[in-house]
């Protein structure tokens, strides 16, 4: 056999045996560096799970984006050293806008009104107030109270006396000592919110009046032209006391003198009312007064509720008469107004 049919014929035989060693070197290879690999590999899985664990997210105080006009983004918030920063979008904060009006939890606009200043008239064993009604308006708080404080004889500072209604405009002081000095002041109160936070005004400048002495009356109950019953009311022994009498105007046909008051018998003892009063005439007379009045209306769909006075009159009974003094005097029966009614001259109070 010649060399060149030696090595054709073994040349097969090496290939296959040099293919073989191959193979079984990279299967060990594969065998050996493969666990290698796994291995590595489970070492860098754990590395990494031990750097999630060590590495949590970041605790961030929430801020507040209400102020801010542009978009919000990411790089707003700083990313700390050698940590990853997890941010969250923040929770959209909606305010109310509609038609240009503030939110609901701004101030509101409203003011306190001033208190106004009562007028005292005194007369015996009363002082009458009267005062303005207090203002209103969309940029007013709506009063709700309308304290009455006084300061009277042997009192320190004023202290109060009557709590009204916020529309009063009237308030009568029946407790009263004769030949004393009193004043008088009002406090508004409201049950809304104000600009400034307050619920009730300062102090009204003061009335001040002096107590006659005397006696009063008051005029009940009558027929025109012919008796009226009037309520006496006189200070005896320190204490304002009340009787009732039948009174006819002076008339010498009748033979009436047209005095007011006279002898009583209380508890027994013998009370002297009379007064030096003269009742002249008792008539009827057109009275004047304005009641309250709730006006509706609908405009533009909505409806509208704004509170009015209305003018009204009637025809009622009123006495004249001469007092103590020698004035001449005019006094409207009693009870005959609706309620909440307020004269509209002082003719017709």
Not at 114 to 125: K, L, N, R, W
Request: glycine share 8%; hydrophobic share 40%.
């Amino acid at each position: 056999m010649d060399a060149r049919n030696f090595f054709e014929s073994r040349g097969h035989a090496a290939a296959l045996g040099a293919s073989a060693v191959l193979f079984a070197a990279v299967a060990a290879h594969a065998a050996l560096g493969g666990d290698a690999e796994r291995d590595a590999a489970s070492v860098r899985a754990s590395a990494a799970g031990a750097a999630v664990v060590s590495n949590p997210a970041p605790k961030f105080a929430t801020p507040d984006y209400s102020s801010i006009s542009v978009a919000w983004s990411t790089s707003a918030v700083t990313e700390p050293d050698g940590k990853r920063a997890f941010v969250s979008a923040p929770k959209p904060r909606v305010i109310a806008n509609v038609r240009g009006r503030k939110p609901a939890d701004a101030p509101p606009d409203r003011i306190l009104p001033a208190p106004p200043v009562p007028e005292a008239t005194a007369a015996p064993g009363r002082v009458s107030l009267r005062w303005t009604a207090v203002a209103t308006g969309s940029t007013v708080a709506a009063v709700s109270e309308i304290r009455m404080l006084r300061r009277g004889p042997g009192d320190n500072s004023a202290v109060l006396v009557a709590t009204l209604k916020g529309d009063a405009t009237a308030w009568e002081d029946a407790d009263v000592k004769p030949r004393a000095v009193y004043e008088y002041r009002l406090v508004v109160a409201t049950a809304q919110l104000t600009k400034d936070g307050r619920k009730e005004s300062g102090m009204s400048a003061a009335a001040q009046a002096t107590c006659p002495a005397g006696a009063d009356i008051r005029f009940t109950a009558g027929s025109e032209g012919n008796a009226a019953i009037v309520i006496v009311r006189k200070w005896l022994d320190g204490e304002w006391l009340e009787q009732s009498f039948t009174a006819f105007p002076r008339n010498e046909e009748r033979a009436h003198d047209g005095a007011i008051g006279g002898f009583a018998v209380r508890e027994g003892k013998r009370v002297d009312f009379a007064c030096g009063f003269t009742l002249l005439s008792i008539r009827r007379e057109i009275r004047r007064f304005t009641v309250p009045f709730q006006e509706r209306e609908i405009v533009k769909g909505v409806l509208q509720v704004r509170e009015v006075r209305r003018e009204m009159s009637r025809e009622l009974l009123r006495i004249e008469f001469i007092d103590d003094t020698g004035a001449t005097r005019k006094l409207w029966k009693e009870g005959d107004l609706p309620e909440n009614a307020e004269p509209l001259t002082e003719n017709d109070r």
